[in-house]
């Protein structure tokens, strides 16, 4: 069953259309995420299903209701962990996770054992007493954490909850959105790295440019492009070079799916089954390309988006 249903979203900035049509279903227990560049609508549809913006076409339900008709019960099942940190930084950490708390309505005795228990998840029970300024930004970024999730919300929507975090904040971070889920806590996740949501999502919707592209598991997205290999290919590209040129008549080639060319490594993803390999090797050769290493890859959700889009997944 579904716990959130989201059919034919539309949602306009004035002309501008950021959600374009967009319908995806997220089962209760799972993490699902919304992956996509930039500007992809990620946060525009977050910011829908907890009512935090108005939309202009299209139906939301949550939980079993409409959430136009029935925003304010809504919202008590809801913790956000915005894009944009929402801490106050005169106030301790216990102090914020105490205010988001009570703002979200948690009152009586669970409230202190709560407050305590989103610290300790996040890994800030040492912490409790620092103000956000003294922290770095990893602290900083699992304190939001800790003020979305302190009211024991059914439904978690995280939006690029690990953006400028180190390396070790950012596993801790992942765990224990795992560790949400585990719990029955229902999570919906935007990331524009691939590798975070291969990684935790059980199910993932590919936005770009308000669209949605692709939905379904990983192993689902992936099947889209088996046949289809990422080869890059070191090499120095000599002054007045003309990579475009280069590029847009490779796109061209029997069995090329995607260019992309950076300094001096260049990307070209192709298929398979026509041995396209050979060719492109040739094709370096009769540009006089030097080939200085060259590797290949097994598709990823990387290859679909460049596949369906044209572009890289930044
Ligand atoms: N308040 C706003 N007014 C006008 N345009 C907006 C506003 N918020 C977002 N947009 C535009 O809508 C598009 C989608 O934005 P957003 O949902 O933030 O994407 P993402 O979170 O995937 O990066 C972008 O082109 C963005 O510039
Ligand atoms: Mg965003």
């Given amino acids: ?40 609508g990620k946060s525009t549809t977050l910011n829908v299903i907890t009512t935090l913006t108005d939309f202009d076409k299209g139906e939301v339900v949550v939980d079993g209701r409409d959430i136009r008709q029935d925003k304010k019960s809504i919202k008590q099942l809801i913790g956000m962990v915005p894009q944009d940190i929402a801490i106050y930084n005169h106030l301790t950490a216990y102090e914020n996770v105490k205010f ?17 228990e989103a610290l300790e998840f996040v890994g800030l029970s040492d912490k409790i007493k620092a103000k956000p300024r003294k922290m770095s930004g990893g602290m900083r970024r699992r304190l939001n954490i800790a003020c979305g999730i302190a009211h024991d919300p059914q439904l978690i929507v995280m939006d690029e909850p690990t953006v400028g975090v180190d390396a070790q904040s950012r596993e801790h971070i ?40 692709a939905c379904g598991t990983e192993p689902e997205l992936v099947s889209m492009v088996t046949d289809v290999m990422s080869v890059y290919v070191e090499t120095k590209i000599p002054l007045g070079f003309d ?64 596949t369906l889009t044209g572009r890289e997944l930044r």
């Fill in 243 to 306: 990579r475009e040129a280069f590029c847009k008549k490779t796109k061209l080639m029997p069995g090329v799916k995607g260019i992309i060319a950076e300094d001096s490594l260049i990307r070209v993803d192709i298929s398979i089954e026509q041995n396209s390999i050979e060719r492109i090797i040739q094709e370096f050769i009769n540009y006089e390309l030097p080939i200085n290493n060259i590797k290949s890859e097994v598709p990823n959700l990387d290859t679909l988006f460049l």
């Fill in 1 to 40: 069953m579904s716990y959130v249903s989201v059919d034919n979203l539309v949602k306009k900035y004035g002309e501008f259309t950021a959600v374009d049509h967009i319908s995806f279903n997220v089962k209760k227990g799972e993490i699902f995420g919304l992956l996509g560049p930039n500007g992809a």
């Fill in 100 to 116: 988001f708390a009570s703002l979200y309505g948690l009152r009586g005795s669970k409230f202190t054992k709560n407050v305590t």
């Fill in 174 to 213: 992942l765990n224990s959105i795992r560790l949400l889920r585990d719990r029955g806590a229902t999570v919906i996740y935007t990331s524009h790295y691939m590798q975070e949501v291969e990684e935790i999502c059980d199910r993932i919707a590919i936005l770009d440019k308000g669209k949605m592209i």
